[in-house]
Protein backbone atom coordinates (compact mmCIF):
# COMPACT_ATOMS: atom_id res chain seq x y z
CA UNK A 1 0.00 0.00 0.00
CA UNK A 2 1.55 3.16 -1.42
CA UNK A 3 2.26 6.17 1.83
CA UNK A 4 0.04 9.23 1.81
CA UNK A 5 1.08 11.88 0.34
CA UNK A 6 -0.36 15.57 0.98
CA UNK A 7 -1.53 17.57 -1.94
CA UNK A 8 -1.64 21.26 -2.58
CA UNK A 9 -5.22 21.85 -1.53
CA UNK A 10 -4.03 20.12 2.14
CA UNK A 11 -5.26 16.97 2.32
CA UNK A 12 -3.43 13.31 2.26
CA UNK A 13 -4.50 10.69 -0.18
CA UNK A 14 -4.51 7.10 0.15
CA UNK A 15 -4.43 5.17 -3.34
CA UNK A 16 -5.56 1.32 -3.10
CA UNK A 17 -6.62 -1.29 -5.52
CA UNK A 18 -9.80 -3.46 -4.79
CA UNK A 19 -10.78 -6.24 -7.75
CA UNK A 20 -8.54 -4.85 -10.12
CA UNK A 21 -9.63 -1.17 -9.53
CA UNK A 22 -8.33 1.60 -8.52
CA UNK A 23 -9.55 3.54 -5.22
CA UNK A 24 -8.82 6.73 -3.43
CA UNK A 25 -10.03 8.26 -0.27
CA UNK A 26 -8.70 11.63 1.55
CA UNK A 27 -8.28 13.35 4.82
CA UNK A 28 -6.57 16.54 6.82
CA UNK A 29 -5.63 14.11 8.71
CA UNK A 30 -3.57 11.34 8.01
CA UNK A 31 -4.10 9.07 10.36
CA UNK A 32 -7.99 8.99 9.39
CA UNK A 33 -6.77 7.89 6.11
CA UNK A 34 -6.94 3.79 7.02
CA UNK A 35 -9.84 3.96 8.63
CA UNK A 36 -11.31 5.65 5.23
CA UNK A 37 -9.95 3.19 3.27
CA UNK A 38 -11.41 0.32 5.40
CA UNK A 39 -15.05 1.71 5.24
CA UNK A 40 -14.75 2.14 1.28
CA UNK A 41 -13.15 -1.54 1.60
CA UNK A 42 -16.63 -2.74 3.06
CA UNK A 43 -18.71 -0.84 1.04
CA UNK A 44 -17.46 -2.80 -1.51
CA UNK A 45 -17.28 -5.96 -0.28
CA UNK A 46 -20.65 -5.62 0.77
CA UNK A 47 -22.07 -4.27 -2.27
CA UNK A 48 -24.19 -1.95 -0.48
CA UNK A 49 -27.21 -0.35 -2.48
CA UNK A 50 -25.57 2.70 -1.52
CA UNK A 51 -23.49 2.76 -4.37
CA UNK A 52 -25.97 2.45 -7.65
CA UNK A 53 -26.38 4.72 -10.36
CA UNK A 54 -30.31 5.86 -9.52
CA UNK A 55 -29.42 7.33 -6.34
CA UNK A 56 -30.67 10.32 -5.49
CA UNK A 57 -29.31 13.90 -4.55
CA UNK A 58 -32.13 13.29 -1.64
CA UNK A 59 -30.45 9.78 -0.71
CA UNK A 60 -27.04 10.68 -0.96
CA UNK A 61 -27.97 13.70 1.32
CA UNK A 62 -28.90 11.84 3.98
CA UNK A 63 -26.12 9.17 3.99
CA UNK A 64 -23.56 12.51 3.53
CA UNK A 65 -24.88 13.98 6.87
CA UNK A 66 -24.79 10.68 8.68
CA UNK A 67 -21.29 9.58 7.49
CA UNK A 68 -19.60 13.02 7.28
CA UNK A 69 -21.17 15.37 9.72
CA UNK A 70 -21.24 12.88 12.85
CA UNK A 71 -17.83 14.71 14.62
CA UNK A 72 -20.02 18.72 14.26
CA UNK A 73 -21.50 20.40 16.40
CA UNK A 74 -24.84 20.06 16.74
CA UNK A 75 -25.36 23.58 15.90
CA UNK A 76 -23.47 23.01 12.75
CA UNK A 77 -25.00 19.65 11.76
CA UNK A 78 -28.51 21.35 11.96
CA UNK A 79 -27.59 23.87 10.10
CA UNK A 80 -26.05 21.33 7.00
CA UNK A 81 -28.91 19.63 7.36
CA UNK A 82 -31.60 22.83 7.42
CA UNK A 83 -29.51 23.40 4.11
CA UNK A 84 -29.98 20.32 2.32
CA UNK A 85 -33.35 19.99 3.39
CA UNK A 86 -34.88 23.72 2.63
CA UNK A 87 -32.84 24.55 -0.13
CA UNK A 88 -31.49 21.34 -2.53
CA UNK A 89 -33.72 18.27 -1.22
CA UNK A 90 -37.03 20.99 -1.47
CA UNK A 91 -35.92 21.71 -5.26
CA UNK A 92 -34.07 18.91 -6.44
CA UNK A 93 -33.99 16.21 -4.32
CA UNK A 94 -35.77 13.66 -6.59
CA UNK A 95 -32.47 14.16 -9.16
CA UNK A 96 -30.43 11.22 -9.41
CA UNK A 97 -26.80 12.28 -8.65
CA UNK A 98 -25.06 11.58 -11.85
CA UNK A 99 -27.82 13.77 -13.67
CA UNK A 100 -26.97 16.84 -11.55
CA UNK A 101 -25.27 19.66 -13.62
CA UNK A 102 -23.88 23.00 -12.39
CA UNK A 103 -26.93 25.17 -14.27
CA UNK A 104 -29.27 23.23 -11.37
CA UNK A 105 -27.12 24.36 -8.78
CA UNK A 106 -26.18 27.77 -10.20
CA UNK A 107 -29.91 28.06 -10.62
CA UNK A 108 -30.80 27.48 -7.01
CA UNK A 109 -28.44 29.82 -5.53
CA UNK A 110 -29.74 32.39 -7.86
CA UNK A 111 -33.12 31.83 -6.37
CA UNK A 112 -31.86 32.18 -2.95
CA UNK A 113 -31.02 35.88 -4.23
CA UNK A 114 -34.18 36.42 -6.07
CA UNK A 115 -35.66 35.96 -2.50
CA UNK A 116 -33.92 37.77 -0.20
CA UNK A 117 -31.59 35.38 1.30
CA UNK A 118 -28.52 37.35 3.23
CA UNK A 119 -25.14 36.88 1.30
CA UNK A 120 -23.98 35.11 4.30
CA UNK A 121 -27.14 32.06 3.96
CA UNK A 122 -26.12 32.16 0.47
CA UNK A 123 -22.49 31.58 1.19
CA UNK A 124 -23.55 28.89 3.92
CA UNK A 125 -25.33 27.00 0.85
CA UNK A 126 -22.44 27.32 -1.63
CA UNK A 127 -20.23 25.64 1.75
CA UNK A 128 -22.54 22.66 1.92
CA UNK A 129 -23.13 22.15 -1.71
CA UNK A 130 -19.60 22.01 -2.16
CA UNK A 131 -18.93 19.69 0.25
CA UNK A 132 -21.73 17.56 -0.96
CA UNK A 133 -20.60 16.95 -4.39
CA UNK A 134 -16.94 16.72 -3.80
CA UNK A 135 -17.23 13.66 -1.46
CA UNK A 136 -19.94 12.24 -3.80
CA UNK A 137 -16.95 12.62 -6.46
CA UNK A 138 -14.54 10.74 -3.90
CA UNK A 139 -16.72 8.09 -3.31
CA UNK A 140 -16.95 7.61 -7.41
CA UNK A 141 -20.85 7.87 -7.79
CA UNK A 142 -20.07 11.27 -10.13
CA UNK A 143 -17.06 11.69 -11.98
CA UNK A 144 -17.08 15.96 -11.39
CA UNK A 145 -17.99 18.00 -8.38
CA UNK A 146 -20.53 20.08 -10.48
CA UNK A 147 -20.62 22.22 -7.55
CA UNK A 148 -16.96 23.25 -7.46
CA UNK A 149 -16.66 26.69 -10.50
CA UNK A 150 -20.22 28.00 -9.02
CA UNK A 151 -20.25 32.09 -8.19
CA UNK A 152 -22.09 33.78 -5.32
CA UNK A 153 -25.17 35.66 -7.25
CA UNK A 154 -25.63 39.34 -6.66
CA UNK A 155 -27.33 39.88 -3.22
CA UNK A 156 -29.53 42.97 -1.74
CA UNK A 157 -27.55 44.42 0.73
CA UNK A 158 -28.17 43.23 4.00
CA UNK A 159 -30.71 45.26 6.55
CA UNK A 160 -29.22 47.35 8.68
CA UNK A 161 -30.01 47.80 12.32
CA UNK A 162 -31.14 51.13 13.65
CA UNK A 163 -32.03 53.26 16.62
CA UNK A 164 -35.05 54.04 17.96
CA UNK A 165 -36.87 57.48 17.20
CA UNK A 166 -37.90 59.81 19.84
CA UNK A 167 -41.56 59.34 18.70
CA UNK A 168 -40.83 55.40 18.64
CA UNK A 169 -38.88 55.66 22.19
CA UNK A 170 -42.23 57.11 23.62
CA UNK A 171 -44.54 54.45 21.94
CA UNK A 172 -42.63 51.62 23.53
CA UNK A 173 -41.90 53.42 27.17
CA UNK A 174 -46.05 53.38 27.10
CA UNK A 175 -46.55 49.83 25.72
CA UNK A 176 -43.92 48.73 28.22
CA UNK A 177 -45.75 49.35 31.49
CA UNK A 178 -48.24 47.37 29.98
CA UNK A 179 -47.58 44.22 28.31
CA UNK A 180 -45.80 41.03 29.73
CA UNK A 181 -42.26 41.63 28.00
CA UNK A 182 -42.33 44.83 29.00
CA UNK A 183 -39.47 44.10 31.26
CA UNK A 184 -37.69 41.92 28.80
CA UNK A 185 -37.76 45.17 26.16
CA UNK A 186 -36.83 47.55 28.42
CA UNK A 187 -33.62 45.09 29.77
CA UNK A 188 -32.64 45.35 26.59
CA UNK A 189 -32.83 48.69 25.79
CA UNK A 190 -31.15 49.64 29.01
CA UNK A 191 -28.61 47.20 28.69
CA UNK A 192 -27.53 46.68 25.27
CA UNK A 193 -27.33 42.94 25.84
CA UNK A 194 -28.15 40.82 22.08
CA UNK A 195 -31.59 38.89 22.39
CA UNK A 196 -29.65 35.60 22.45
CA UNK A 197 -27.61 36.44 25.66
CA UNK A 198 -30.75 38.35 28.06
CA UNK A 199 -32.49 34.31 26.99
CA UNK A 200 -29.37 32.57 28.93
CA UNK A 201 -28.68 34.89 31.95
CA UNK A 202 -29.83 33.27 35.87
CA UNK A 203 -31.11 35.56 38.78
CA UNK A 204 -27.38 34.82 39.62
CA UNK A 205 -25.60 37.01 36.96
CA UNK A 206 -27.08 39.97 38.28
CA UNK A 207 -25.64 41.47 41.52
CA UNK A 208 -24.15 44.53 42.75
CA UNK A 209 -25.33 46.56 40.30
CA UNK A 210 -23.99 44.75 37.17
CA UNK A 211 -25.26 42.07 34.80
CA UNK A 212 -22.04 39.51 34.03
CA UNK A 213 -22.93 38.09 31.01
CA UNK A 214 -20.51 35.09 29.84
CA UNK A 215 -23.26 33.11 27.94
CA UNK A 216 -26.05 33.03 25.27
CA UNK A 217 -28.22 30.61 23.68
CA UNK A 218 -27.44 29.11 20.45
CA UNK A 219 -30.58 29.81 18.16
CA UNK A 220 -30.66 26.36 16.39
CA UNK A 221 -30.93 24.44 19.15
CA UNK A 222 -31.21 26.30 22.16
CA UNK A 223 -28.31 25.04 24.37
CA UNK A 224 -26.72 27.56 25.93
CA UNK A 225 -22.95 28.16 24.94
CA UNK A 226 -19.97 30.70 25.47
CA UNK A 227 -19.80 33.85 23.45
CA UNK A 228 -18.33 33.58 20.20
CA UNK A 229 -15.00 35.79 21.21
CA UNK A 230 -14.15 36.72 24.53
CA UNK A 231 -14.95 40.14 23.98
CA UNK A 232 -18.26 39.02 24.57
CA UNK A 233 -17.57 38.16 28.17
CA UNK A 234 -17.96 41.20 30.46
CA UNK A 235 -20.15 43.08 33.25
CA UNK A 236 -22.97 45.82 32.41
CA UNK A 237 -24.39 48.70 34.39
CA UNK A 238 -27.97 48.46 35.75
CA UNK A 239 -29.08 51.98 34.75
CA UNK A 240 -31.53 53.19 37.00
CA UNK A 241 -34.63 53.22 35.10
CA UNK A 242 -34.23 49.27 34.83
CA UNK A 243 -33.37 48.33 38.71
CA UNK A 244 -36.95 48.47 39.63
CA UNK A 245 -37.50 46.12 37.31
CA UNK A 246 -35.05 43.34 37.90
CA UNK A 247 -36.25 41.30 41.53
CA UNK A 248 -34.06 42.17 44.34
CA UNK A 249 -30.81 39.99 45.47
CA UNK A 250 -31.96 36.86 47.21
CA UNK A 251 -35.33 37.00 46.64
CA UNK A 252 -35.19 34.16 43.79
CA UNK A 253 -32.75 31.20 43.51
CA UNK A 254 -29.44 32.26 41.80
CA UNK A 255 -30.04 29.34 38.75
CA UNK A 256 -33.19 30.62 38.02
CA UNK A 257 -33.54 32.06 35.10
CA UNK A 258 -34.26 35.50 35.15
CA UNK A 259 -36.63 35.84 32.06
CA UNK A 260 -39.05 33.14 31.50
CA UNK A 261 -41.74 31.68 29.59
CA UNK A 262 -45.50 32.58 30.58
CA UNK A 263 -48.24 30.24 30.63
CA UNK A 264 -50.25 29.42 27.85
CA UNK A 265 -53.25 29.71 29.74
CA UNK A 266 -52.50 32.47 31.69
CA UNK A 267 -50.56 34.97 29.91
CA UNK A 268 -49.18 36.97 32.54
CA UNK A 269 -48.21 34.26 34.43
CA UNK A 270 -44.25 33.39 34.31
CA UNK A 271 -43.12 29.85 34.75
CA UNK A 272 -39.83 28.50 35.73
CA UNK A 273 -39.14 27.22 31.39
CA UNK A 274 -36.20 29.25 30.22
CA UNK A 275 -36.92 30.78 26.57
CA UNK A 276 -36.26 29.40 23.57
CA UNK A 277 -35.80 31.73 20.34
CA UNK A 278 -39.28 30.75 19.47
CA UNK A 279 -40.68 32.03 22.51
CA UNK A 280 -38.97 35.06 22.61
CA UNK A 281 -40.36 35.51 18.83
CA UNK A 282 -43.83 35.23 19.36
CA UNK A 283 -43.31 37.65 22.75
CA UNK A 284 -41.66 40.16 20.44
CA UNK A 285 -44.48 39.96 17.80
CA UNK A 286 -47.02 40.64 20.50
CA UNK A 287 -45.07 43.24 22.08
CA UNK A 288 -45.22 45.06 18.26
CA UNK A 289 -48.60 44.44 18.07
CA UNK A 290 -49.33 45.85 21.05
CA UNK A 291 -47.14 48.59 20.34
CA UNK A 292 -49.01 49.70 17.05
CA UNK A 293 -52.79 50.11 19.47
CA UNK A 294 -50.99 52.25 21.96
CA UNK A 295 -49.90 54.33 19.29
CA UNK A 296 -52.94 54.96 17.87
CA UNK A 297 -54.30 55.84 21.06
CA UNK A 298 -51.31 58.05 21.96
CA UNK A 299 -51.69 59.69 18.29
CA UNK A 300 -55.88 60.10 19.50
CA UNK A 301 -55.06 61.50 22.68
CA UNK A 302 -52.77 64.15 20.51
CA UNK A 303 -49.55 63.37 22.84
CA UNK A 304 -47.70 62.00 19.58
CA UNK A 305 -48.27 63.54 15.72
CA UNK A 306 -48.40 60.60 13.04
CA UNK A 307 -45.49 59.17 11.50
CA UNK A 308 -43.98 61.20 9.20
CA UNK A 309 -41.47 58.85 7.52
CA UNK A 310 -41.88 55.11 6.29
CA UNK A 311 -39.66 53.49 8.89
CA UNK A 312 -38.12 49.57 8.74
CA UNK A 313 -40.10 47.60 11.38
CA UNK A 314 -38.79 47.73 14.73
CA UNK A 315 -36.59 44.37 15.92
CA UNK A 316 -35.23 43.30 19.39
CA UNK A 317 -31.24 43.69 17.89
CA UNK A 318 -32.70 47.54 17.56
CA UNK A 319 -32.57 48.15 20.95
CA UNK A 320 -28.98 47.41 21.36
CA UNK A 321 -28.20 49.53 18.71
CA UNK A 322 -30.45 52.24 20.34
CA UNK A 323 -28.22 51.75 23.72
CA UNK A 324 -24.75 52.28 21.97
CA UNK A 325 -26.51 55.18 20.62
CA UNK A 326 -27.33 56.51 23.78
CA UNK A 327 -23.84 55.74 24.67
CA UNK A 328 -22.57 57.98 22.16
CA UNK A 329 -24.67 61.03 22.94
CA UNK A 330 -24.28 60.80 26.71
CA UNK A 331 -20.25 61.00 26.29
CA UNK A 332 -19.25 57.47 26.85
CA UNK A 333 -15.52 57.12 25.50
CA UNK A 334 -15.61 54.89 22.62
CA UNK A 335 -13.32 52.54 23.92
CA UNK A 336 -15.79 51.81 27.39
CA UNK A 337 -18.29 51.88 24.92
CA UNK A 338 -16.86 48.87 22.62
CA UNK A 339 -16.27 47.26 25.83
CA UNK A 340 -20.15 47.60 27.40
CA UNK A 341 -20.96 46.22 24.03
CA UNK A 342 -19.05 43.02 23.72
CA UNK A 343 -17.93 43.80 20.27
CA UNK A 344 -14.67 42.15 18.88
CA UNK A 345 -13.29 45.33 17.85
CA UNK A 346 -13.63 48.66 18.03
CA UNK A 347 -14.30 49.58 14.63
CA UNK A 348 -17.88 48.14 14.82
CA UNK A 349 -18.74 50.49 17.80
CA UNK A 350 -16.95 53.20 15.84
CA UNK A 351 -19.37 53.18 13.06
CA UNK A 352 -22.48 54.32 15.21
CA UNK A 353 -20.64 57.17 16.61
CA UNK A 354 -19.49 58.10 13.53
CA UNK A 355 -23.20 57.90 12.91
CA UNK A 356 -24.41 59.59 15.57
CA UNK A 357 -21.54 62.73 15.80
CA UNK A 358 -23.00 63.38 11.85
CA UNK A 359 -26.72 63.78 13.39
CA UNK A 360 -25.28 65.75 15.91
CA UNK A 361 -23.16 68.07 13.59
CA UNK A 362 -26.45 68.34 11.88
CA UNK A 363 -28.96 69.26 14.93
CA UNK A 364 -25.99 71.71 15.69
CA UNK A 365 -26.24 73.62 12.12
CA UNK A 366 -29.96 73.72 11.91
CA UNK A 367 -29.80 75.40 15.80
CA UNK A 368 -26.73 77.82 14.12
CA UNK A 369 -29.32 78.59 11.43
CA UNK A 370 -32.02 79.25 13.83
CA UNK A 371 -30.12 81.53 15.93
CA UNK A 372 -28.58 83.35 12.95
CA UNK A 373 -32.00 84.02 11.58
CA UNK A 374 -33.54 85.69 14.61
CA UNK A 375 -30.26 87.65 14.88
CA UNK A 376 -31.60 89.11 11.29
CA UNK A 377 -28.15 88.25 9.87
CA UNK A 378 -28.57 87.37 5.82
CA UNK A 379 -26.68 87.29 2.78
CA UNK A 380 -27.29 90.22 1.60
CA UNK A 381 -26.42 92.31 4.42
CA UNK A 382 -23.15 91.52 3.94
CA UNK A 383 -20.66 94.07 3.00
CA UNK A 384 -18.51 93.41 -0.45
CA UNK A 385 -15.66 95.31 1.53
CA UNK A 386 -14.22 95.53 4.85
Same mark, same amino acid.
Given at each position: ???????????????????????????????????????????????? /????????????????????????? +????? $???????????? @??????????????? @??????????????????? +??????????????? @?????????????????? &???????????????? $??????????? +? %?? %??????? &???????????????????????????????? &??? @??????????? /??? $??? &??????????????????????????????????????????????????????????? $??????? /????????????????????? %????????????????????????????????????????????????? /????
Amino acid at each position: MARPKKGSDGFYRLNFSYNGKRYSVRSKKPNELSRKMQDKIRELENAT /PLFHPEMTVADWSQEWLKTYNSNLR +VSSFE $RNRGILANHLCS @QLGHMTLTSIRPIHL @QQLLNRLAEEGKSLDTIKH +VLQTLNRLFASAQEN @QLIADNPAKALTLPQCAA &PQSHRALTARERKILL $RTATTHRAGPW +V %LF %LLYTGLR &PGESMALDIGDVHDGLIDVSKAIDGRTNDIKT &PKS @QAGIRSVPIPQ /PLK $RLL &PEEGSLPPERPLFTQFDRTKEHQPTDRRHTKQSLKGLWNSFALAMQDVEKEMIANREIS $RASENLS /PLTPYDLRHTYCTDLAKSGVP %LVTASKLMGHSSVNLTARIYTHVDQEMTLIAAARLDAFYCSAGDAVGDT /PETV
